[in-house]
Each structure stands twice: as C-alpha cells, then as structure tokens.
C-alpha cells in the first residue's frame, strides 16, 4: 500500500509511472459480456437470485469443465460467489472454527491469512521455495498440521510466484490431506492464463477438494465481482446457509454477464487476450533474468514474476521504494506476500502492453547500473 499511495503521489506530481505492481488485467472487459451485463439490467433483472448462484449459470460452469477438461461436474456442487474473495470466505467459514488453522504458502495471497484471521481461526504460513514449484507439498503439510489443523490452502498458478503445481504433488497433497482428515483448498482463480499447454483442475484429480475459481482473471471481469468454488456435495448445504447470511447472493447483473463470459465465441477473444499475456512473458522474463536477477522456476501462469533481486539489495521493500521514486517504476516488494525471504524479492506483473514493459525495463537497468557505480 506504501509503494502504491508513493506511486499515486508521483502521478499526480505529473511524473510517468511504470505500473508494474497491478494484479488485474489491463484489457477492459470483452465488449460482449458488457452488451450482456447492459441486456439484463434493460431486462430489469434487478433483484437478488439464489444464494448459491443462478441456476443457469451453474450449470454453465458445468458445461465449462466438460468442454475444458472433459470432466462431469454436477451443477449442484458449484457455488457462484461474489468474487474468489465471497469463495475464500465461504469455504474458510465452512471449513474453520474459532481457534482451528489452515495452512498457507508463504510467499502466497496476503488475504487468506487475513481472511483466516476474522473467523477468530489461525494461520500456519509454511515456507515455500523453489524445490517444490513455491507450492505446499506433502512433506511439508505433514511437518506443519497439528492437531487444530483443518485445512490447507494452495493457489496454481500461484500469486506471486506465477508458478503451478506439479499434477503429482497435487496427488500427494490430496492423499496426505485425506489422511489427516482435512480439506485441500485449491484456488484456480489463473486458470485460463496458463502459456505452456498444462493447464489443469484439481477436480480432474480429486472430487474431496475445495475448487475456487473466478471470473476476474482470465474473463477479465474484476470489477463485476463474480466467481464460483466447487465443492464436495456435502457441503452445498452449510455453504447455501453461510452465504444466505453473508453475502445473500452474488450480484445479478454480473452473473447474466458470466453466462455470456461462459460461451464459445467469447473464448476466442479470452485466448487472443491469453496468448498476449504469454508474449509478455516471453519478452520480460529474459529481461528480468539478463538484468540479473534470479527466476528459480519458469513462471508458467498468471501474469506474475516473483523474482530474486539479493544481487542488488537485501531490503527488497526499500529497493523498491527508491526504484520508484527514482525512476517511476513500481513493483511490489515481497514483503506483501509473507515474511520468508521476503527482502530477497520483488515481484513483477505483465499486466501493461510490451511497449510499457521494455521502457520500464530500461529504467529498471539504469537504475541497477548508476546503483552499482
Ligand atoms: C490468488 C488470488 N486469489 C483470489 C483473489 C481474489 O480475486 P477476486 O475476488 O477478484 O476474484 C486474487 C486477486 O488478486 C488472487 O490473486
């Protein structure tokens, strides 16, 4: 919040500012889910729906995981909520009471632990690194659940990292996880931004986790706060109730929007928009690595690189600091997404056209080069 207030300031000032802290898509959403967000306010489709979503639109998502990954999901077990963030709520609601944990990757999402925190629950942010992609792992669910350990969260691809978790580990996870009697929460809100043709569910390999997904990303629907978890079957129930007394339902217009976010011709436009994602990437982690820093796992998703800059600072959040206000580019130091290694590393987003990044990218190599003089 520091570097983005500091980034605000200079704007204002009328200095250019490199925006590469931005977690959301720089693309507005697609023309045709607007024209359908419009349709339906016209319609007058102005009241709540279902708590657990419109009835049409889980069955859409269905339709999605049978056209993606030819998997048979029933529409009963899928949830839509406002956002992953509604999702994240509603499962750490029906998963945590007071004083139970969840275990978490440190570097990862900065809201679970938060999140976690308002259930009166804990969290256990377990350290992650490059041996297992920055994901959780079995040896290290195993050497980190305790006896009020409930559930373990992981998100692939993951923020900050960009990284996925191997199909393997994933088997392992759930297998250990099952053993212990909890929950695997698997947060896929990057689906769909995935550039090296591996792109997978956890629900192809396991029907016991908690799948949360979302129309921000990949639909490029932040602002329209629609997402949806599928869960065991067992748990719609809990999850209709705690939703009915949180949120009462997702919003109305954004969910006729998602229907048409859903269908086939408006995926072409989602993959044009992916495959421009994949090409900054391809431009900047090169750039990032020749400059000299260190990218331990190829980041195969999301629009993220979570990079090692020990080169040049060990206080990456005062690195990143004076690389703002010196040459008006801002990266987010790791300090946002948990506390080990967190002065080692900084992380890029590609959310800004190519022309954007490779400017920004000679202000970051001016700024290491006078620095080192
Ligand atoms: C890993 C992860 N999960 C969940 C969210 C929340 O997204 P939303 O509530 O917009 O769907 C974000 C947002 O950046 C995220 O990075």
């Not at 995981?65 to 009963?76: A, C, L, M, N, T």
């Not at 799948?211 to 990303?217: A, E, G, L, P």
């Not at 990949?218 to 949806?228: A, K, N, P, Q, S």
């Amino acid at each position: 919040m520091d570097i983005l207030a500091q980034a605000k300031t200079l704007s204002e000032q009328g200095r250019e500012i490199y925006h590469l802290e931005v977690g959301e898509p720089d693309f507005p959403t697609a023309e045709s889910i607007i024209s359908a967000g419009v349709d339906a306010l016209n319609a007058f489709k102005t009241h709540y729906t279902p708590a657990l979503g419109l009835p049409a639109l889980r069955e859409a998502i269905a339709d999605y995981y049978q056209r993606k990954f030819s998997i048979d999901i029933s529409p009963e077990r899928i949830i839509v909520t406002p956002g992953a963030s509604g999702a994240l709520q509603l499962a750490m609601s029906c998963l945590l009471d007071a004083g139970d944990n969840v275990l978490l990757t440190d570097p990862g999402y900065p809201c679970n632990k938060n999140i976690a925190e308002v259930l009166a629950a804990e969290s256990i942010c377990v350290p992650v690194d490059a041996d297992s992609c920055y994901q959780l792992d079995a040896k290290r669910v195993g050497e980190n659940w305790n006896d009020k350990s409930r559930a373990a969260m992981v998100a692939t691809p993951s923020n900050p990292t960009g990284t996925l978790l191997p199909k393997q580990q994933l088997v392992e996870l759930c297998q250990v996880i099952e053993q212990k009697k909890g929950r695997l929460i698997v947060d896929e809100i990057y689906q769909g931004l995935v550039y090296d043709d591996n792109d997978y569910t956890a629900l192809s390999v396991s029907d016991e986790c908690f799948v949360i997904n979302s129309f921000s990303k990949y639909f490029g629907m932040t602002g329209w706060r629609v997402g949806w978890m599928v869960v065991p079957e067992q748990y719609v129930d809990a999850i209709d109730r705690i939703a009915q007394n949180i949120f009462l339902a997702p919003p109305t217009m954004s969910q006729y929007a998602a229907l048409t976010a859903l269908k086939a011709d408006t995926q072409l436009i989602l993959d044009e928009r992916r495959d421009i994602f994949k090409q900054r990437r391809d431009f900047l982690l090169p750039v990032v690595k020749q400059l000299g820093f260190d990218v331990e796992v190829k980041p195969q998703g999301a629009f993220y690189i979570y990079a090692n800059c020990e080169r040049f600072t060990d206080d990456s959040f005062n690195w990143v600091k004076q690389l703002l206000s010196e040459q008006g580019v801002a990266l987010t130091p790791g300090i946002d997404f948990g506390q080990h290694s967190a002065n080692r590393y900084c992380r890029f987003a590609y959310t800004q056209s190519l022309d954007v990044l490779e400017q920004a990218m000679d202000k970051v190599d001016s700024f290491i080069n006078k620095n080192k003089q």
